[in-house]
């Protein structure tokens, strides 16, 4: 069906098409890009499909930038206007041996073919000017009904490749869509095939649902997914009201990973911040996260903050964790009910304000100004950094100098 609908293709992505159709061949948008034009939504990035095979595409676009990265698949990246257009030959998959990636992938003249190797209806649409947008799948009354449905059989194209599942999941919270009751249905009774899937591939899909405007329906009504690759978080997963609650509070979040990471975990019962720690950047570990991120949500996981708080306890916090840390704590105490942390983000920003000295590089004693000190230069620096965040000693060289001498003999009295 052949649709009066109008996508506003970017010049750098219609003279790819353009040059693909006067080597008469067929070329559309499709994919994501579709769906999120007639959403009003800005699209990420441009895919196109073509009738032409790889060869005849690498043909077409003799003299541009080419990448060859997925020729295998028939994908290869054209660079026009400077910016990256992936160009896919139309192509049906193959069997599914490890229902990860197609054993191999077949390359045919017939969009129709294309479009119904594709994951979901709303993805399965395509769009060029001369024959405006083509949807044999019903994906944009799916889109005006707002459910993720699978394009033919939910449980067979689960099979063939179970990251669908997960897929599924990520487009129902990033768009605030439902999931379509067959779809559904599947994803429940499929989750477990998630294990042969890629590491990598499951924690991107994960971050993108986590940060989804839906993430919450979708945490409530399918727990046994993320079960699956979060051993850790079953206990809260399966119980009913927990979850509930869980959920509420990650949504109230910002739409940061690390940050939503953490407060699932920091909702497992029966463990101490550390050993919460320990089991978030185990699973961590083992979907493949980034160094960074391993780390950072263990300083979340470990948020700390006294009821009563005063400028010598900001200061320290500040200090240690570093004003974006920081901030990502109070926030993440926000999400959880805590309701005393305006105090503590007023105070932040007087501190800041002032430059006041939180750190060894601020203060105004280095180590070369204690000769003979030795081995305690780096203790007397934080004594007298201490002194200056408890408001005891301005940050003066003079004046530190005078306090640790004070200290010094203080010691040799005792
Ligand atoms: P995003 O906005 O996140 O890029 P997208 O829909 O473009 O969303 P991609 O992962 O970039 O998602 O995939 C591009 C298109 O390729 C999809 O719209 C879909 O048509 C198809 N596709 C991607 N992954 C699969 C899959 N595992 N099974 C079937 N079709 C897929
Ligand atoms: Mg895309």
Same mark, same amino acid.
């Given at each position: 069906?052949? *649709?009066?609908?109008?996508?506003?293709?970017?010049?750098?992505?219609?003279?790819?098409?353009?040059?693909?159709?006067?080597?008469?061949? &067929?070329?559309?948008? #499709?994919?994501?890009?579709?769906?999120?034009?007639?959403?009003?939504?800005?699209?990420?990035?441009?895919?196109? !499909?073509?009738?032409?095979?790889?060869?005849?595409?690498?043909?077409?676009?003799?003299?541009?930038?080419?990448? =060859? +990265?997925?020729?295998?698949?028939? +994908?290869?990246?054209?660079?026009?206007?400077?910016? %990256?257009?992936?160009?896919?030959?139309?192509?049906?998959?193959?069997?599914?041996?490890?229902?990860?990636?197609?054993?191999?992938?077949?390359?045919?003249?017939?969009?129709? @073919?294309?479009?119904?190797?594709?994951?979901?209806?709303?993805?399965?649409?395509?769009? *060029?000017?001369?024959?405006?947008?083509?949807?044999?799948?019903?994906?944009?009354?799916? $889109?005006?009904?707002?459910?993720?449905?699978?394009?033919?059989?939910?449980?067979?194209?689960?099979?063939?490749?179970?990251?669908?599942?997960?897929?599924? $999941?990520?487009?129902?919270?990033?768009?605030?869509?439902?999931?379509?009751?067959?779809?559904? =249905?599947?994803?429940?009774?499929?989750?477990?095939?998630?294990?042969?899937?890629?590491?990598?591939?499951?924690?991107?899909?994960?971050?993108?649902?986590?940060?989804?405007?839906?993430?919450?329906?979708?945490? *409530?009504?399918?727990? !046994?997914?993320?079960?699956?690759?979060?051993? /850790?978080?079953? %206990?809260?997963? @399966?119980?009913?009201?927990?979850?509930?609650?869980?959920?509420?509070?990650?949504?109230?979040?910002?739409?940061?990973?690390?940050?939503?990471?953490?407060?699932?975990?920091?909702?497992?019962?029966?463990?101490?911040? /550390?050993?919460?720690?320990?089991?978030?950047?185990?699973?961590?570990?083992?979907?493949?996260?980034?160094?960074?991120?391993?780390?950072?949500?263990?300083?979340?996981?470990?948020?700390?903050?006294?009821?009563?708080?005063?400028?010598? #306890?900001?200061?320290?916090?500040?200090?240690?964790?570093? /004003? &974006?840390?920081?901030?990502?704590? $109070?926030?993440?105490?926000?999400? =959880?009910?805590?309701?005393?942390?305006?105090?503590? =983000?007023?105070?932040?920003?007087?501190?800041?304000?002032?430059?006041?000295?939180?750190?060894?590089?601020?203060?105004?004693?280095?180590?070369?100004?204690?000769?003979?000190?030795?081995?305690?230069?780096?203790?007397?620096?934080?004594?007298?950094?201490?002194?200056?965040?408890?408001?005891?000693?301005?940050?003066?060289?003079?004046? $530190?100098?005078?306090?640790?001498?004070?200290?010094?003999?203080?010691? +040799? @009295?005792?």
């Amino acid at each position: 069906m052949v *649709c009066t609908v109008t996508v506003s293709v970017p010049d750098f992505v219609q003279s790819v098409l353009g040059r693909l159709q006067k080597s008469g061949f &067929e070329a559309w948008v #499709v994919g994501g890009c579709v769906r999120d034009s007639l959403l009003g939504r800005v699209p990420q990035d441009w895919d196109v !499909t073509t009738s032409a095979v790889p060869e005849e595409i690498k043909h077409c676009f003799a003299g541009y930038r080419v990448i =060859e +990265t997925g020729i295998a698949h028939g +994908t290869v990246t054209v660079i026009s206007g400077g910016k %990256p257009v992936e160009v896919t030959a139309y192509r049906v998959d193959g069997t599914y041996s490890d229902s990860r990636h197609p054993d191999f992938v077949t390359f045919t003249r017939s969009l129709h @073919e294309d479009l119904a190797r594709r994951d979901f209806t709303v993805n399965a649409m395509a769009f *060029c000017e001369s024959e405006g947008l083509r949807d044999d799948f019903g994906g944009r009354e799916d $889109l005006a009904r707002q459910v993720i449905r699978c394009v033919g059989s939910p449980k067979r194209r689960f099979d063939e490749d179970a990251l669908r599942i997960l897929r599924a $999941l990520r487009f129902a919270s990033v768009l605030n869509f439902s999931v379509e009751s067959k779809t559904a =249905e599947a994803v429940r009774a499929c989750a477990g095939q998630l294990h042969s899937v890629a590491a990598e591939r499951i924690f991107s899909e994960w971050n993108k649902l986590l940060c989804g405007k839906g993430a919450e329906a979708v945490l *409530c009504e399918f727990p !046994t997914v993320p079960a699956v690759f979060f051993e /850790e978080l079953r %206990p809260l997963l @399966e119980d009913p009201a927990a979850r509930r609650q869980t959920a509420e509070c990650v949504c109230r979040a910002p739409t940061e990973k690390s940050l939503r990471t953490a407060l699932l975990f920091r909702a497992l019962r029966g463990y101490d911040a /550390e050993e919460q720690a320990a089991l978030a950047q185990n699973a961590l570990r083992r979907l493949h996260a980034e160094h960074k991120m391993i780390v950072r949500v263990g300083a979340l996981i470990r948020t700390e903050l006294p009821e009563s708080v005063s400028l010598p #306890v900001i200061r320290r916090l500040l200090g240690r964790n570093g /004003e &974006e840390l920081f901030s990502a704590q $109070l926030a993440l105490l926000r999400a =959880e009910g805590r309701t005393d942390t305006a105090a503590a =983000e007023r105070l932040k920003t007087e501190i800041l304000a002032r430059e006041d000295c939180i750190s060894l590089p601020q203060l105004a004693l280095k180590g070369n100004d204690l000769p003979g000190a030795g081995k305690r230069t780096g203790m007397l620096l934080n004594a007298a950094l201490s002194a200056v965040m408890d408001g005891l000693v301005p940050n003066r060289k003079a004046d $530190l100098l005078q306090y640790l001498a004070q200290l010094q003999s203080d010691e +040799t @009295e005792q």
